[in-house]
């Protein structure tokens, strides 16, 4: 995946830490699609901005359902989460993660078409 080299990502230990639940608890969050993980050199993980203040980014499981009713795949879904949208500005995930989350849907339902 493109870019995918500098993002910031959590382990699954990682993302029980900062989520504030137990590792089993942490991997039900990627299995039910609430978050979306990518492969990296220690296996699988989490971007980092898919959680906020504790909790998964609002919006994002709508968003991640979307998106894969679409056929898009899990690294294609984190891409186009991270890829610059003028129309919002910014990234999808930065829109999600400042409470424009309407916005970001439409374009994930647009991007099924």
Known sequence: ???????DTLSVDQ???ALGVGVPQARQHVRE???VAVRDAGGW??????????TVVKGLPAVITLLRD?????????DWLHRA??????TPI???RANRGTEVKRRAQAAGY
């Open 94 to 96: 930065e829109a999600l």
């Open 33 to 35: 699609g609430r978050l």
């Open 45 to 54: 993980a989490v971007p980092a901005d898919q959680v906020q203040d504790g």
């Open 70 to 78: 679409a056929r898009f795949t899990d690294d294609e879904i984190v």
């Open 85 to 90: 949208d003028d129309s919002l500005p910014g």
């Open 1 to 7: 995946m493109a870019g995918s080299d500098a993002m």
């Open 15 to 17: 993302l029980a830490e």
